[in-house]
């Protein structure tokens, strides 16, 4: 079994730690020809979750895509969502045909708002049939640390679904499917945007009753928003919803989460991106969904709250206010 993985981030290695548990050959493409060389020489990534070790012997890293595709049933993508058009730019439909294309990004191409399974279906004219999602509330810190966790695939075609979450369930990791990928597509995303905001309310002094506030109010928040852009029955008491808002809300590790604190805390965006040195997803997210659900009549006092704060320089303190008003 050949599997391609895309990114070379801290979601990517964790997922190529837990694909080497398995019988399978990884072909790893990062962008970075030093990082490939270091993999190479040194079998860590130098720069994300540099502890884990990459086991040369079933895995190869490459920084030609097409090469690293070639010959592969399975492809994973996992590069924030910002930068994917860029990543696959070199790609054409013809790369992509007949391969099984899961995306382990949780956040939506910023240019026009999309979905990435949308994006693969209109760009590289993939069908849905063929593609599923990585989602749950897994941390990769945690996942190099061997911590259990686990992950849900989400697909509309359960069988692929399924023969996914077999090759990514190992000693540390258990797997679960579901159909609904458009929910769960989407409340990753909400998910980040909430997690953004505790991380605003906490720098700006708010404590854990009012946090346990906001994460009650999103569950809403997240529910009225998919109920309307991808209606149907579903439990979000899923882990692939519920539990991962609450992870990405209250762990230490939440990119989303720190990235907002420093907001919180008065940084800027810029310097909050630069002492990152990682992704926060919400960031993009928060103007997409914003944007998105301008020609809905939807409740979103977080959302809001985010946006005013990231997008329209407003007042922390004053938002804050708001925001304490509207919640219940
Ligand atoms: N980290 C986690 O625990 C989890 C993350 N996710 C999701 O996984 C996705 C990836 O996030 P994560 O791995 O954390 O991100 P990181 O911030 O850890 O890594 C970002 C990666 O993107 C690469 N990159 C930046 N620009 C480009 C580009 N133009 N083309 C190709 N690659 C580029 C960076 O390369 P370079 O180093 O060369 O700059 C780096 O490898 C996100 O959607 C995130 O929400 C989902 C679940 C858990
Ligand atoms: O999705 C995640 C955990 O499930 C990662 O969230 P952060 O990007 O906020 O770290």
Redesign the pocket.
């Known amino acids: 079994m050949k599997i391609t993985v895309?990114?070379?981030?801290?979601?990517?290695?964790?997922i190529v730690k837990i694909l080497s548990e398995g019988n399978v050959h990884i072909k790893w493409w990062?962008?970075?020809i030093e990082?490939v060389e270091h993999i190479k020489k040194h079998h860590h990534n130098p720069?994300?979750l540099s502890s884990v070790e990459i086991h040369p012997s079933n895995v190869k890293p490459y920084t030609n895509l097409k090469e690293a595709l070639r010959g592969t049933e399975w492809v994973i993508l996992?590069?924030?969502?910002?930068?994917?058009t860029?990543?696959v730019k070199s790609l054409t439909e013809s790369n992509l045909e007949d391969k099984k294309i899961i995306s382990?990004?949780?956040?939506m191409i910023p240019e026009n708002n999309q979905l990435i399974t949308d994006f693969l279906a209109d760009k590289y004219a993939v069908s849905h049939q063929n593609m599923g999602i990585?989602?749950?509330p897994?941390?990769?810190?945690?996942?190099a640390l061997e911590k259990q966790s686990y992950l849900t695939i989400a697909s509309p075609n359960i069988k692929l679904a399924t023969e996914f979450a077999d090759l990514m369930r190992c000693r540390f990791v258990k797997t679960s499917v579901l159909s609904d990928i458009y929910g769960v597509e989407y409340a990753?995303v909400m998910k980040?945007i909430v997690a953004l905001a505790c991380g605003i309310t906490h720098g700006l002094g708010g404590g854990d009753n009012f946090q346990a506030v906001m994460v009650s109010n999103a569950m809403q928040e997240i529910k009225r928003v998919v109920d309307v852009i991808a209606p149907m029955e579903r439990d979000l008491s899923a882990s692939a919803y519920l539990g991962?808002l609450l992870v990405t809300a209250y762990s230490q590790?939440?990119?989303?989460r720190t990235f907002g604190n420093m907001i919180g805390r008065g940084y800027s965006v810029q310097a909050a991106q630069l002492e990152?040195?990682?992704?926060a997803?919400g960031y993009y997210a928060v103007k997409c969904i914003y944007e998105m659900m301008q020609k809905h009549a939807v409740e979103m006092p977080i959302t809001d709250f985010a946006y005013q704060i990231l997008y329209k320089n407003a007042s922390l303190r004053k938002e804050f206010e708001v925001l304490k008003g509207k919640l219940k």
């Open positions: 895309i990114g070379g981030g801290s979601w990517a290695t964790a990062m962008r970075s990082d720069n994300y996992a590069v924030p969502a910002a930068f994917v860029d990543a382990a990004i949780k956040g990585i989602a749950g897994c941390h990769a810190e945690e996942v990753a980040n991962d590790f939440s990119r989303n990152m040195n990682m992704i997803e």
